[in-house]
């Protein structure tokens, strides 16, 4: 089915849920189904148009649960199954769609498959669903070729075999915990179509593809050398044959695919969004821009120039549970922009100064064409939390040798009401510690503020609905001053961004829909403060 001009998720916006950290309905301190479904009304409040749920799957929890044990069945610390599909039809019943995450190019060394494949001999049918290689050097000590893991370090681990003496080794481009599956083997393409079908039939509405580029490899898994094409394991041509495959399946459901592709060059980013593939794919892009006018500006125009020529809406995200905070990013000197290799323990921010940029990328996010992805507690303007290290459990930390703070900073349990911890999570001995300064960031408090983060996420997210009822499409870019974003819209509505140093004059207008912070009417002058991002009818 070619890809619907007015399916709901070219516009939507979707919220993505951290069910560990979201709420917590049994009061173990760990977040759980019970605890969104008691929640879900804030969600149809806030506007958005779905949601999105990170892996609620059995697992060991290694890898926050991106080490799947069963694709078919909840982790008991979140739930039951039969929970589940009560949630997915209650927030249906609100308006809320369901997306659920599926994880292809890896499982947890805790799934039955891996562990017969573990008590097989090397060379045994159940070792070829996996990517086991004999070692090299003498005896096979050395790692079987020279790639890097996703998350540093050798991406290898050295099997035993039952006699006791050292064996083949396994893949996993990211933690022992996760050896990656052979997309290769008939199965593997066999039982991910299930586990599709399985969730479609219980009324998702969508899938997110973890991962999405690298479940093909190099059946030599030769070494990686720098600058041949293709690469051994990264967005390989096999991969669309794959994905050809589940939109078949999707389109069945009317559901729809979302791929995690981290891919620099964006007509290759496209390619996996033509008709018979993928619906959509997150774009990382704009994330990855430091707060800098032309810099921001070409990635939306090179954005939307790679997914016209596909005829797939963009989308648009500023955070997710791997990157860090937003209010906490844009509140740093210097570089502004995200990137994985970049993160330190105890790099200063100005959450203020942070939290006025971030109102304003809000804004500015909320107005472009496409969906757009809002990560949990980025309604609130939640900043990075300090988590203590001995209190640390993303492996990104370990793996990088202590060096890099890792992931967890960004999925601290949510503060809901109270003025100390746990904040009406639930209970009070939260898996990861709440700093003792989020009050200001609870629901509670912010509800009682008319100018909170929550209440411009509220109203934008109303307006755009609105605005979208009237079917807007494409972008035209206004003369503006240095320094200045603004565009227009088809359907009238104008957004200005100032990131130039001085108030500008506000763009010609009719009405001032919505501002990120005040702005002084057309009769004081009508100036655009710095940081600020306004929403205006032409
Ligand atoms: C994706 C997830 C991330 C996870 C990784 C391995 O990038 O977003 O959280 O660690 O895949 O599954």
Redesign the pocket.
């Known amino acids: 089915m070619p890809h619907n001009p007015t399916a709901w998720w070219r516009n939507a916006a979707i919220y993505q849920v951290y069910p560990r950290s979201f709420a917590d309905g049994d009061g173990d301190g760990t977040g759980d189904l019970a605890g969104v479904r008691a929640r879900l009304p804030y969600l149809a409040g806030l506007g958005v148009e779905a949601l999105w749920f990170?892996p609620w799957y059995v697992s060991p929890l290694v890898?926050?649960g991106?080490?799947v044990a069963d694709y078919r069945a909840i982790d008991p610390a979140f739930g039951t199954l039969a929970e589940a599909e009560k949630l997915i039809a209650e927030a249906r019943q609100l308006g809320l769609r369901t997306i659920v995450d599926v994880?292809p190019?890896?499982i947890s060394d805790e799934h039955p498959w891996f562990k017969a494949a573990l008590a097989a001999p090397p060379g045994s049918p159940e070792r070829e669903l996996f990517h086991f290689r004999p070692g090299r050097g003498p005896g096979g000590e050395e790692p079987p070729n020279n790639w890097r893991g996703?998350?540093g370090g050798v991406p290898w681990t050295r099997t035993t075999n039952a006699d006791g003496t050292p064996g083949d080794w396994y893949l996993h481009l990211?933690t022992p915990g996760?050896p990656d599956v052979n997309w290769a083997h008939p199965r593997v393409r066999q039982e991910h179509e299930d586990i599709l079908r399985f969730w479609f039939d219980r009324g998702a509405a969508g899938v997110r593809i973890?991962?999405a580029a690298l479940l093909a490899k190099d059946p030599d898994l030769p070494d990686f050398e720098v600058g041949k094409d293709p690469h051994p394991f990264v967005d390989r041509d096999e991969l669309h044959d794959i994905y050809r495959s589940w939109r078949a399946i999707a389109d069945e459901y009317d559901g729809v695919l979302i791929g995690?592709l981290?891919l620099p060059d964006a007509e290759r980013f496209a390619r996996y969004l033509r008709n018979d593939e993928l619906h959509t794919a997150f774009n990382f892009s704009l994330m990855s821009c430091p707060w800098d006018p032309a810099l921001l500006r070409e990635s939306i125009d090179t954005t939307l120039a790679s997914h016209a020529d596909v005829g797939a809406p963009a989308t648009w995200v500023l955070c997710?549970?791997?990157i860090t905070r937003t209010v906490t990013r844009y509140g740093r000197a210097g570089d502004t922009g995200f990137s994985f290799a970049g993160k330190r323990f105890g790099t200063p921010s100005d959450i203020a100064l942070g939290t006025r940029r971030a109102r304003a990328a809000a804004l500015l996010t909320l107005a472009l064409p496409g969906a757009v992805y809002l990560y949990q507690g980025e309604e609130r303007g939640l900043p990075e939390a300090d988590v203590p290290r001995d209190r640390i459990t993303d492996p990104?930390h370990e793996r990088s040798g202590g060096v890099d703070p890792g992931?967890d900073g960004c999925r601290v349990p949510l503060p809901w009401e109270g003025t100390e911890p746990p904040y009406g999570f639930g209970g009070a001995d939260t898996w990861l510690p709440q700093p003792a300064d989020w009050a200001p960031y609870t629901v509670e408090q912010q509800d009682a503020d008319p100018a909170s983060m929550l209440n411009l996420y509220r109203t934008a997210l109303r307006l755009r609905r609105e605005l979208l009822d009237a079917g807007p499409t494409g972008l035209t870019w206004l003369e503006a001053p240095a320094g200045v974003l603004a565009f227009t819209r088809s359907d009238g509505l104008v957004c200005a961004v100032n990131l130039a140093a001085e108030p500008v004059p506000l763009p010609a207008h009719t009405a001032v829909l919505l501002s990120s912070a005040p702005v002084e009417s057309a009769d004081e002058g009508g100036l655009l403060p710095p940081d600020t991002a306004v929403w205006l009818r032409n």
């Open positions: 990170t890898d926050g991106y080490d994880v190019n890896h996703e998350f990211f996760q973890d991962s995690e981290w997710n549970h791997d990104m992931r």
